[in-house]
């Protein structure tokens, strides 16, 4: 049986309004947004294990904010052994927020499965307490009720150990360095926290060397440090408490063109590590906020604003040649561009029909209500198979853009996402390159300059203040910003946006990748994406920092990858998977084909380890392929996929069992809440309690002897269950079993479980202990099967959308919309242990062989959990 360690508030207190309720263990949450909050103080947990927030809400009757996804907000802040609160760039289970250091929202009352006839319902939310966290404080707070709510019996409940998996950086007596080219006699300011296992005596030391233009070291002492023979000039960073944040201000001496910073340890004994990453600035007069103020800026004044800054005059020279990489990964991911360019009147985005673009776009267009379609849109990458065909007009839809876009009032507030403006600044490089041959008049030339500075100081923000840090966003900004800084040579901040840029994309691929090749994000696409991006940065910078590191983490994954297509060309679509995309030719395009069939050769094998993937692929009857995978790896994001332990089948060409779908780049409001619900997922969860944050990992495989049986360990269902996931597929894949084992406390328990079918096949209930699939003329059986417990019962959902938060039987066939489809729900149900599941498979010959495997000493022993 399972343990969990349950903690209660230690202290509470109030502000904006909220007030104690009846009870000690109620508190009253005003509508009063960002401000009526009760904070709930948790004391001596366990570091680097998953814990689960639970209460109960109650909600008024005449809220009318019940199908808000942001109703509250949940906001956590860490804290050391002495209460000094810990800064983390990620939490898994949790996100960064700018009014709590770490948040979750809570969705309004119509997504909660409240008692019948009530108006209260169970909040859980589970996350992981990074080390060197002792004491946690939970704040609930009001964001979008309209009506007063109650946070009843809220309690912590500790359960299993995991690895946060964040990058611990300990600081030794040799230097962490950090190389960055400076802005010419402009001031560079680095944030940051340090934790020391002691206060008071520990703490750590910057030490600082600045170098002049050709690189040669410039003597201390240096402004505002201090100078010892054995460290050089160096800023103490005290440890008076464990946490310290500090700031570090560098006034470079005259000369100075780069700085090395170095973050080390005064004694060789001192315990302290940088908490994050850190942030890197400029001073406050070079920043958007000062720059812009209030004022509603346009590109033009922008630049000119920046010249007063700077003390300078003159459009920057822009510079021909600069790679796109950003441009060559979309078509690495769509194709070659046709031969003929495109009117640029008639445009199809977003996977939406063609849509003439106005002769006077306001820029705040929506014809189709997508999500996919404005990001396309707005980042006006569409625009450069015009500029190379017609420039000018490709410069006069770019400069309208720009004239409806002054800084701080966008006509669509979209266009200010990470990925438009990443797209954006691209395009813009390309429409600059023309004028450094004095092809076109000089007002534009200065108006394109302008937009381009200003989306370099934007990228740079994003950058440098870690705003979007362990996604492929934090890329795609970095890629941006490099191509900017590079088309803009002779302009000042360009050297320190380089290599800004180059520090980013060392830490994206550190953060994102492991060194032996495997990723962290559990989204195939974007894993792609990202060993994409990679080889065409590593064939960009060749020698240059960092690429050698880069190469060595992605080439691995390349291949890896290779091996999951399924028979169709596509990628397992686990996670967030957008629509359309042709993985297998996207592979071919960047690998070639004598790689790719390298790569091929052992793809039968199962992926193992880090990678939480198994993919299988045989000859079925006829020759017909058949795939197989199944996702077991970290399920990390408070807004991801539910999807862990979830799986995909296709037989006889023909794809049986498959995912919901979706992407969260195109989804929004109920049907995002869906998609990423478990409900859109092959899994099963125990007594209506929905998987949350936790890992999945795999604990065992056996071969059978034709067959191979894989058990899977998790800890997405909270403290109170010990789970394991059980699949047996025969070696042709003609049949597969999937069995989940629930233990809890001697109670009674409930498992429901979900088999997702694709609307081309017909599904249909024989009588309650069988089902039959059909498309054309193959056929399907699903068999349920109980090892431990009692059968529940099926059914057959299509198209339920009775309340926002129990959509059921949908399939996302395109961006924005959902498809009613089969799916299929399996219960059963027991006292304290139950394990059941189903049999799939091709024919009866097929289903007995199956039982067969099924009967073998090591599956009973895996099902009963030994």
């Known amino acids: 049986m399972p343990g969990a360690t349950r903690f209660l508030p230690v202290s509470v207190s109030y502000a904006g309004g909220a007030a104690a309720g009846a009870r000690a263990d109620e508190h009253g949450i005003a509508p009063n947004n960002r401000f009526a909050r009760v904070v709930l103080s948790f004391a001596g947990l366990e570091p680097e294990t998953w814990v689960e927030l639970a209460f109960q809400l109650a909600w008024e009757a005449e809220e009318g904010a019940t199908t808000a996804l942001d109703f509250a907000l949940v906001g956590v802040d860490f804290q050391a052994e002495d209460k000094s609160s810990l800064d983390f760039e990620q939490v898994p289970g949790l996100i960064r927020t700018l009014l709590d250091p770490q948040s979750a929202w809570i969705p309004g009352p119509a997504y909660l499965a409240a008692g019948e006839g009530t108006r209260t319902a169970t909040v859980r939310l589970a996350f992981l307490v990074p080390d060197p966290t002792r004491h946690v404080a939970v704040s609930v707070r009001s964001w979008r009720n309209t009506a007063a709510f109650t946070v009843v019996r809220p309690e912590l409940r500790q359960g299993s150990s995991a690895r946060s998996g964040r990058r611990r950086r300990r600081l030794g007596p040799q230097p962490d360095w950090l190389d960055l080219v400076l802005v010419p006699e402009r001031p560079l300011v680095l944030r940051g926290q340090i934790h ?59 000369g100075a063109a780069a700085v090395a910073v170095g973050f080390a340890t005064w004694e060789t004994t001192a315990a302290v590590e940088l908490t994050g990453p850190l942030d890197i600035g400029l001073d406050d007069d070079l920043r958007l906020e000062t720059i812009c103020g209030d ?144 092809s076109m008049r000089v007002e534009p030339l200065r108006t394109l300059a302008g937009e381009a500075v ?58 994102l990748t492991l060194p032996d090749g495997t990723f962290t994000d559990p989204s195939l696409h974007q894993r792609l994406e990202l060993a994409s991006l990679g080889r065409l940065l590593v064939e960009t910078l060749g020698e240059e920092a960092p690429a050698p590191a880069i190469a060595r983490r992605v080439e691995a994954g390349l291949r890896m990858l290779v091996g999951l297509l399924d028979p169709g060309g596509r990628l397992p679509p686990f996670g967030d998977a957008p629509h359309g995309v042709d993985h297998g030719a996207w592979l071919g395009r960047l690998l070639g084909p004598g790689e790719r069939a390298v790569a091929e050769r052992g793809s039968l094998v199962p992926s193992r380890g880090g990678t939480g993937i198994i993919a299988v692929r045989a000859e079925g009857p006829g020759g017909s392929r058949a795939h197989f995978a199944c996702l077991f790896g970290d399920q990390r994001h408070v807004h991801g996929h539910a999807d862990c332990t979830s799986f995909v089948y296709a037989a006889e060409g023909v794809r049986w069992i498959v995912e919901a779908g979706g992407s969260g780049q195109v989804e929004t409001g109920r049907v995002r809440h869906y998609l990423t619900s478990a409900r859109a997922h092959n899994v099963a969860w125990p007594d209506g309690r929905e998987p949350g944050a936790g890992t999945g990992w795999l604990a065992e495989m056996q071969r059978l002897g034709g067959a191979t049986a894989y058990a899977i360990g998790t800890s997405v269902h909270g403290p109170d269950y010990r789970h394991r996931r059980v699949l047996v597929t025969l070696d042709d894949l003609t049949a597969l079993a999937v069995f989940d084992r629930f233990e809890t406390e001697d109670r009674p328990i409930s498992v429901e479980g979900l088999l997702h079918f694709p609307p081309d096949v017909l599904v249909a209930l024989a009588g309650p202990r069988l089902v039959l699939a059909s498309r054309e003329i193959s056929r399907l059986r699903v068999v349920p099967r109980i090892v431990t417990g009692h059968r529940g019962g099926l059914a057959l959902v299509s198209g339920r959308n009775d309340r926002p938060g129990g959509l059921q039987g949908y399939i996302s066939r395109q961006a924005g919309g959902l498809h009613p489809s089969s799916t299929l729900r399996y219960v059963f149900h027991g006292q304290g242990a139950v394990c059941g599941g189903v049999g799939i498979a091709l024919d009866e010959g097929r289903e007995k062989a199956l039982a067969a495997h099924l009967a073998h000493e090591a599956v009973v022993r895996l099902l009963g959990g030994v």
């Open 196 to 254: 020391a296992a002691r206060s008071g005596r520990e703490g750590a030391l910057v030490r600082i060397v600045y170098r002049d233009g050709a690189g040669v070291e410039i003597p201390p002492p240096y402004p505002d440090t201090v100078s010892t023979p054995d460290f050089g000039a160096a800023i103490n960073l005290p440890a008076h408490r464990q946490a310290r944040r500090f700031t570090v201000d560098l006034t470079p001496p005259p």
């Open 295 to 438: 004022d509603e800026v346009d590109a033009g004044t922008f630049l000119d604003r920046v010249d007063a800054a700077l003390g300078q005059r003159g459009s920057p020279a822009p510079a021909e040649g600069v790679p796109l990489l950003l441009d060559r990964l979309r078509r690495l991911q769509h194709g070659p561009r046709p031969e003929k360019a495109p009117e640029a009147r008639a445009l199809r985005l977003g996977g939406a029909p063609a849509w003439e673009l106005p002769e006077e776009p306001t820029w705040s267009e929506d014809p189709f209500e997508s999500l996919a379609w404005r990001l396309d849109y707005q980042s006006l990458g569409w625009l450069l198979p015009l500029v190379e065909t017609d420039a000018t007009r490709a410069t006069e839809i770019a400069l309208s853009w720009s004239r409806a876009n002054p800084w701080g009032r966008p006509a669509d507030a979209l266009s200010l996402h990470p990925v438009a403006l990443a797209a954006r600044a691209e395009v813009l490089v390309a429409l600059l390159a023309p004028f450094s041959i004095g």
């Open 454 to 511: 200003r989306h370099g100081f934007a990228l740079a923000e994003i950058i440098g203040q870690n705003a979007v840090a362990r996604t492929i966003h934090h890329v795609h900004a970095a890629v941006a910003l490099r191509a900017l800084a590079k088309a803009l040579p002779r302009f000042p901040l360009s050297g320190f946006w380089t290599s800004l840029a180059a520090h980013a994309l060392e830490e994206g691929f550190e953060a």
